[in-house]
């Protein structure tokens, strides 16, 4: 079972306030990636990351930003939180099986922007 | 960009029932996953298949990798309550890491 954390797990707040969703993972994946989701719609890839220093956007455009510091933790930011972003925010990580990735999730955090 | 379609959109079956779904590409994957997800909680990986033709299973779940490598099914033998979520099939073509996900399939199993 994979040991990968999101914190907070839900989230009210106002608009123009700015957040940062916290993921981390015990396991040692370099990689780790951000979805967006909304309620039992598929997901889309909003950042990810090949390790530390290393960000990219994904493929659906996103106002957040990331950052990777350290291997294990890869935090999301919203600068100032809009009704347009509450959505359900999942962090996973990856690690190479059989030549290639396998991606676990995180429990996810869903954020409501009033 | 790639897409994956999945079908049935949503499933309301009998507890006992098999149930069978599937995934299709237009583009070649070398890596088809398997996950489920209960409401408000992240997806769980069920199984995963990384050579065409490969079948897999894991309990009462199996799996297959098509030989064409553009598309993959996830079959439950037995259905029981528990089995109710969303089920999505995930594909790779690259050694980034990145997955293409289905739309997912709503499994609803009535007792």
């Known amino acids: 079972e994979a040991d990968i954390y999101q914190t907070p797990r839900y989230l009210v707040i106002g608009t123009g306030k700015k957040i940062t969703l916290e993921c981390s993972q015990t396991?040692?994946?370099?990689?780790m990636y951000w979805y967006q989701q909304d309620p039992g719609m598929e997901l889309h890839l909003i950042h990810y990351?090949?390790?530390?220093?290393?960000?990219e956007k994904g493929d659906l455009s996103s106002e957040s930003t990331v950052s990777r510091i350290r291997t294990e933790h890869f935090p999301l930011t919203l600068e100032s939180a809009r009704p347009s972003h509450t959505s359900q925010y999942l962090c996973?990580?990856?690690?190479?099986?059989?030549?290639?990735?396998?991606?676990?999730f995180g429990p996810g955090t869903r954020l409501t922007v009033l | 960009g790639q897409q994956l379609n999945q079908s049935p959109q949503s499933m309301f079956i009998q507890e006992g029932e098999d149930v069978s779904m599937n995934c299709t590409s237009s583009?070649?994957?070398?890596?088809w996953l398997w996950y489920k997800q209960d409401p408000g909680e992240g997806p769980v990986l069920l199984i995963a298949?990384?050579?065409?033709?490969e079948l897999t299973s894991n309990g009462r779940l199996t799996a297959q990798f098509g030989i064409t490598r553009k598309d993959s099914f996830l079959n439950i033998s037995a259905s029981i309550p528990s089995d109710v979520g969303i089920y999505f099939c995930?594909?790779?073509?690259?050694?980034?890491?990145?997955?293409?996900f289905g739309q997912g399939t709503t499994l609803q199993v009535k007792p």
């Open positions: 996973a990580s990856s690690e190479l099986e059989r030549f290639t990735d396998t991606q676990y």
């Open positions: 396991m040692g994946h370099d990689k």
């Open positions: 990351s090949y390790g530390v220093n290393s960000t």
């Open positions: 583009s070649i994957f070398n890596t």
């Open positions: 298949l990384y050579k065409a033709g």
């Open positions: 995930a594909g790779s073509s690259s050694n980034t890491g990145k997955l293409i």
